[in-house]
C-alpha cells in the first residue's frame, strides 16, 4: 500500500517562503509522478506543479516563484514556495501516480496561509 504524509504548511507574511514536503511510502511500488494541487473553500482543486522523468511543469501563476524537486533516494517531494502572495493561502495536496494503481494517490493536505 502506499501512503503520502505531506508536512511543512503554515502561516507568512506576504514575501515569505515555505517549503512543503510529502513523504511516500512504497512498499516497492514505482512511483511515476509526483505533484501539487491546491484547493480554496469553494473553489476546484487547481494544478501547481508536477515532476516526472524528464522534467518538469508548473502552472502559470507560480512560475518563477516555486521550485519542485525530489529525492528518489528519501522517496520525498518537495515545494520550494517563493516570494508567496495572499492567493497563495490554500490547502495544498500532492499525489503521485503510481505503477500498479489506476487512480492517482492523495496526500491529506497541508494548509498553507499568507497574510499581507
Known amino acids: 500500500q502506499v501512503q503520502l504524509v505531506e508536512s511543512g504548511g503554515g502561516s507568512v507574511q506576504a514575501g515569505g517562503s515555505l517549503r512543503l514536503s510529502c513523504a511516500a511510502s512504497?512498499?516497492?511500488?514505482?512511483?511515476?509522478?509526483m505533484g501539487w494541487y491546491r484547493q480554496t473553500p469553494g473553489k476546484q482543486r487547481e494544478f501547481v506543479a508536477l515532476?516526472?522523468?524528464?522534467?518538469?511543469k508548473y502552472a502559470d501563476s507560480v512560475k518563477g516563484r516555486f521550485t519542485i524537486s525530489r529525492d528518489n533516494a528519501k522517496n520525498t517531494m518537495y515545494l520550494q514556495m517563493n516570494s508567496l502572495k495572499p492567493e497563495d493561502t490554500a490547502v495544498y495536496y500532492c499525489?503521485?501516480?503510481?505503477?500498479?494503481?489506476?487512480?492517482?494517490?492523495w496526500g491529506q493536505g497541508t494548509q498553507v496561509t499568507v497574510s499581507s
Open positions: 512504497t512498499s516497492g511500488s514505482r512511483i511515476v509522478t
Open positions: 515532476i516526472t522523468n524528464p522534467g518538469t
Open positions: 499525489y503521485a501516480s503510481v505503477q500498479g494503481y489506476t487512480s492517482l494517490l
